[in-house]
């Protein structure tokens, strides 16, 4: 079965410090990997996507996520975490194979916050 | 309009009512997903649309929730005879094309509240 797990729950870090919250996966085929950021009582932002090509992709706010195929996993990284990154963090991962083609299918998702 | 609408974005109802949630994508998106997300929890697949394609109806919990979606565009979820459980934040999002490389783009919800 097609599946995403963000195995933290919660993730804190300071100011200034690299953060990465972390995803893998399990999917046939190619997968088309996402992440989305949800600020407190908005809908979800998309941030990146990867879809083929280089492993280090770059998105919005100065995130960037790394796939790596044999680890089967596409963290979310940034160098210098900002109190404003402060948000909740959700994995996707869209299949494209199959009788469930398209349908995307997300992580629990990971409550970051990022302290003075 | 710019982005996916939905309407309403709050909604209290009493149990046993039904409810009718609406969501207006983005002009020329084939695609069209509900989610669910419960306090506390992360999003919930409930079932998408794709172009002129039979729906993936997979992800409705119970045969009181059904979606459609007309003439490619807007599209309805109605949850019949609420229950407590079904209260929840109902997101609506498009894409481009569900079968091509592009992201999904979200509504701000509709908080349904059961009482």
């Known amino acids: 079965a097609q599946s995403v797990a963000q195995p933290e729950d919660q993730v804190n870090v300071a100011e200034g410090n690299p953060l990465t919250v972390k995803c893998t996966y399990s999917v046939s085929g190619n997968p088309y990997l996402f992440w989305y950021v949800q600020y407190p009582n908005r809908g979800l932002q998309f941030l990146l996507k990867y879809i083929t090509g280089d492993n280090l992709v770059k998105g919005s706010y100065g995130f960037e996520a790394e796939f790596n195929k044999s680890q089967t996993s596409f963290h979310l990284k940034k160098p210098s975490a900002l109190v404003s990154d402060s948000a909740l963090y959700f994995c996707a991962v869209r299949d494209n194979r199959g009788s469930t083609l398209g349908r995307l299918y997300f992580g629990r998702g990971t409550q970051l916050t990022v302290w003075p | 309009g710019a982005g996916v609408s939905q309407s309403p974005s709050n909604k209290v109802t009493e149990k046993g009512k039904d409810v009718e949630l609406r969501c207006d994508p983005i002009s020329g998106h084939t695609a069209l997903y509900w989610y669910r997300q419960s306090l506390g929890q992360g999003l919930e697949f409930l079932i998408y649309?794709?172009?002129?394609?039979?729906?993936?109806k997979s992800g409705l919990p119970s045969d009181r929730f059904s979606a459609e979606r007309t003439g490619g565009s807007v599209s309805t979820l109605t949850i019949q005879r609420t229950q407590q459980e079904d209260s929840a934040v109902y997101l609506c999002?498009?894409?481009?094309?569900?079968?091509?490389?592009?992201?999904?783009?979200f509504g701000q919800g509709t908080r349904l509240t059961v009482v």
């Open positions: 999002a498009s894409s481009l094309d569900g079968w091509e490389r592009t992201e999904a783009f």
């Open positions: 649309f794709q172009g002129n394609s039979a729906p993936d």
